[in-house]
C-alpha cells in the first residue's frame, strides 16, 4: 500500500520559512517524479512546483526565487523549502508521486501566513 505522509507545517509570520517533508512508503521515489500542490481556502488546488527523477525542477511563477523543491531518494522523501512568505502562501500543501499512470498523493499539511 502506498503512503505519502507530508509534515512540517504549521502558523508563522508573513517573511518566516518552513520546510516541508513528504515520506513515501510502500513506492520508490527514485522512479517517480515528485511534486508539490497547494489549495488556498475558496480555491482550487495549484500547482507549486515539481522535481524530475533527473533532478529538473520547475517552479509555479508565483513561487519562482521564494521556494525550493529538492528530493533524497535514499530517504524516498521530496522537501519544499519556503522562504518570505506571505500571507497568500496560506493553503494546505500536498505531495504528489507520479510514474506514468500511477499518481499518489498526500494527505496534505496546512500552512499558514500571518501578516
Known amino acids: 500500500q502506498v503512503q505519502l505522509v507530508e509534515s512540517g507545517g504549521g502558523l508563522v509570520q508573513a517573511g518566516g520559512s518552513l520546510r516541508l517533508s513528504c515520506v513515501g512508503s510502500?513506492?520508490?521515489?527514485?522512479?517517480?517524479?515528485l511534486a508539490w500542490y497547494r489549495r488556498a481556502p475558496g480555491k482550487q488546488r495549484e500547482f507549486v512546483a515539481i522535481?524530475?527523477?533527473?533532478?529538473?525542477?520547475n517552479y509555479a511563477g508565483s513561487v519562482k526565487g521564494q521556494f525550493t523543491i529538492s528530493r533524497d531518494d535514499a530517504k524516498n522523501t521530496v522537501y519544499l523549502q519556503m522562504n518570505s512568505l506571505k500571507p497568500e502562501d496560506t493553503a494546505v500543501y500536498f505531495c504528489?508521486?507520479?510514474?506514468?499512470?500511477?499518481?499518489?498523493w498526500g494527505q496534505g499539511t496546512q500552512v499558514t501566513v500571518s501578516s
Open positions: 510502500g513506492i520508490d521515489f527514485s522512479l517517480d517524479d
Open positions: 504528489n508521486a507520479y510514474k506514468g499512470a500511477a499518481d499518489y
Open positions: 522535481i524530475t527523477t533527473a533532478g529538473r525542477t
